[in-house]
């Protein structure tokens, strides 16, 4: 009766630790899949474009803060903002 116990304790244990890594060998393959995929594909596909998601130049003045444009608007463009 003993052994039975020690024997489904390490079985325990064992399908524990294999769960556990292969755990983290799909979710490694998954989570690089999906980084190229998303992250990948939308580098490629802003850099064909031209879209620049960071404003990395310099302004006259050698600073990289922007002016605010604290000018009164329409009341149409704060209803449609992006």
Do not use: C
Request: no cysteine; net charge positive; proline share 1%.
């Amino acid at each position: 009766m003993r052994e039975l116990k020690r024997f489904f304790i390490g079985f325990k244990k064992g399908m524990g630790n294999f769960g556990y890594n292969i755990a983290l060998i799909i979710n490694t393959i998954l989570l690089t899949f999906v980084y190229l995929i998303g992250v990948g594909l939308t580098s490629i596909f802003a850099k064909i474009v031209g879209k620049h998601f960071l404003e990395m130049k310099l302004s006259k003045k050698g600073t990289y803060w922007s002016d605010l444009n604290l000018k009164k608007k329409p009341i149409e463009e704060y209803y449609r903002q992006f």
